[in-house]
């Protein structure tokens, strides 16, 4: 890659027209002229950055040093970040507004959210701090948006008002969810990557760019146990950059395990498709977990069937370090949760009545933050997890009641029952009209009746009510079968929360009987009554 000498010269203001139509390079590793109408040099990257449309929010003799500004913070930041402050420039100057005017600034605050007026005042810091460029922001003016109170919004704070869309999800939806994932990987609806990126996700609550990070070489494993490799995003200090700094967390050997299966199952592949490209088994550990395989003019029968990462000149690469341009992009995770929300039999949120949530991907980490406060963690533990570089984000955590969340949890149960189809048996209305109804053998604590042809050395009832072959009786006591098996659970929870989710299915199914027998008496003893008027 030949980069020109002029673009690594600071512009002055005779030479800075052709500065901006000299090539630079973006932080994605690709290049861009600053001068073209869009830029776009990270493929993967969803949108464009508008140029044209941000600096006409400054003055004419503002305007080119904004341009350049932008450019130099393309080599800074990933191209969906400028993306995003130059669309919020270009909504300021369709309201008339002047984001380097400090008598606006107010109006600015209240004309955006609290995020988008942060995106301004940041670039507004990075321009200020640029000296390679001679015209600059001033340093009042750069002090005024340091100094600005952000406009408060706490009352609709997703974590704080428990948002059923974009908060963190209630115990029975995760229990759901959890089940619902390795359901549809067993039964191969569900792919490597998407198991396993819903499944982290689930469990350490990262954001979707350190999600992204990830290589196989980042899951280890030594005398001390299976450990996970995470990188820190959005830092500010000497530190920040792509996979620049980690932290360490423990992993389940189980999880271990799959990565593993995974990467052998990738690596066969890389060999097969690109047997000239790498030597594989060396750049194996730089390849990411959850790779871009596409460009933008791969034509459809790619797209049906796309290959195990992106044909490029830097697979070579791969030997020495993990390279970004393999790293999937954010664009095409939405998609992929967007599409599992619309599967068959995708988990049901009792709150909203509608499927579950998951393209907002940043609940999961909102319900690791939640569940983490209510364990009784303090903020510096909560901060560590969630890999925040201070206390004072994870503070809101504190302030969500456990008690509230119980009440949600239990108004939930039973809603939960109807729509997860934990129960796949039929009620009988006795023994005689079920199969086995003869044998004694096959009767169950006098609340059901076993239809399966072999015996069965499973913990009845508390593992039967999940089961096909399950026949409870209509008039048997099912709720005290219910607090037994709740009973169980919290027990096992205590130790163990993994294995207690096992016992969730049983739960749900037994809920379903006793909903189900509820309706069938009622419609026998509406049934009595109309025969009783008839005669």
Request: some cysteine; aromatic content about 10%; overall charge negative.
């Given at each position: 890659?030949?980069?020109?000498?002029?673009?690594?010269?600071?512009?002055?203001?005779?030479?800075?027209?052709?500065?901006?139509?000299?090539?630079?390079?973006?932080?994605?590793?690709?290049?861009?002229?600053?001068?073209?109408?869009?830029?776009?040099?990270?493929?993967?990257?969803?949108?464009?950055?508008?140029?044209?449309?941000?600096?006409?929010?400054?003055?004419?003799?503002?305007?080119?040093?904004?341009?350049?500004?932008?450019?130099?913070?393309?080599?800074?930041?990933?191209?969906?970040?400028?993306?995003?402050?130059?669309?919020?420039?270009?909504?300021?100057?369709?309201?008339?507004?002047?984001?380097?005017?400090?008598?606006?600034?107010?109006?600015?605050?209240?004309?955006?959210?609290?995020?988008?007026?942060?995106?301004?005042?940041?670039?507004?810091?990075?321009?200020?701090?640029?000296?390679?460029?001679?015209?600059?922001?001033?340093?009042?003016?750069?002090?005024?948006?340091?100094?600005?109170?952000?406009?408060?919004?706490?009352?609709?704070?997703?974590?704080?008002?428990?948002?059923?869309?974009?908060?963190?999800?209630?115990?029975?939806?995760?229990?759901?969810?959890?089940?619902?994932?390795?359901?549809?990987?067993?039964?191969?609806?569900?792919?490597?990557?998407?198991?396993?990126?819903?499944?982290?996700?689930?469990?350490?609550?990262?954001?979707?760019?350190q999600m992204r990070m990830m290589v196989f070489g980042d899951f280890t494993k030594n005398d001390k146990g299976c450990k996970v490799k995470f990188h820190w995003a959005k830092q500010t200090d000497d530190e920040a950059g792509w996979r620049a700094k980690s932290e360490t967390f423990s992993l389940n050997e189980d999880l271990y395990n799959a990565v593993q299966a995974y990467k052998a199952m990738v690596l066969a592949l890389l060999w097969q498709t690109y047997p000239n490209g790498a030597d594989w088994n060396a750049a194996i550990e730089n390849v990411p977990l959850f790779r871009r395989k596409l460009d933008d003019e791969a034509g459809f029968p790619e797209r049906m069937v796309p290959p195990v990462l992106l044909n490029s000149p830097l697979q070579k690469d791969l030997e020495r370090a993990p390279q970004p341009t393999f790293h999937v992009g954010p664009s095409t995770i939405r998609t992929w949760l967007s599409r599992i929300e619309q599967m068959e039999g995708f988990p049901i949120s009792p709150r909203t009545h509608q499927p579950l949530k998951v393209t907002r991907g940043h609940r999961f980490r909102h319900t690791l933050g939640t569940d983490l406060s209510n364990s009784g963690l303090g903020e510096f533990a909560i901060a560590r997890a969630l890999m925040h570089s201070g206390t004072r984000t994870v503070r809101k955590y504190r302030a969500v009641s456990p008690e509230l969340l119980a009440l949600i949890d239990a108004k939930m149960s039973d809603h939960l029952a109807l729509v997860v189809n934990a129960f796949a048996g039929i009620i009988v209305t006795d023994r005689t009209s079920a199969i086995n109804g003869d044998r004694a053998e096959r009767l169950i604590e006098d609340v059901a009746v076993c239809g399966a042809t072999p015996a069965c050395h499973l913990d009845a009832p508390y593992t039967c009510y999940a089961c096909g072959k399950f026949q409870p009786l209509l008039h048997a006591n099912h709720r005290e079968v219910l607090e037994r098996l709740e009973r169980r659970r919290v027990q096992t929870i205590a130790t163990d929360k993994t294995t207690g989710v096992l016992w969730d299915r049983a739960i749900l199914a037994c809920r379903k009987v006793i909903l189900d027998c509820e309706a069938m008496r009622r419609s026998l003893d509406s049934g009595r009554q109309n025969n009783d008027r008839s005669v």
């Open positions: 890659m030949n980069i020109p000498v002029e673009a690594l010269q600071a512009p002055t203001k005779d030479c800075l027209d052709v500065w901006l139509h000299t090539p630079r390079l973006a932080k994605c590793g690709e290049v861009f002229t600053p001068a073209e109408p869009m830029w776009r040099p990270d493929k993967s990257a969803h949108g464009s950055v508008n140029w044209k449309a941000a600096i006409a929010c400054a003055s004419p003799n503002w305007q080119p040093w904004l341009h350049a500004a932008l450019a130099y913070r393309m080599a800074d930041v990933a191209t969906c970040t400028v993306a995003q402050t130059a669309s919020v420039l270009s909504r300021a100057a369709q309201a008339g507004l002047d984001p380097l005017n400090e008598d606006q600034l107010i109006a600015l605050r209240e004309r955006f959210n609290s995020r988008e007026f942060s995106a301004i005042a940041t670039f507004i810091k990075f321009w200020h701090d640029c000296e390679s460029l001679e015209q600059r922001p001033s340093r009042p003016l750069m002090d005024a948006y340091l100094a600005l109170p952000r406009k408060k919004n706490s009352s609709n704070d997703v974590i704080l008002s428990l948002d059923p869309e974009q908060g963190p999800l209630a115990q029975v939806e995760q229990d759901a969810l959890h089940q619902w994932i390795h359901e549809q990987f067993c039964h191969g609806q569900l792919d490597f990557e998407q198991y396993l990126y819903l499944r982290m996700l689930m469990i350490y609550g990262q954001r979707g760019a």
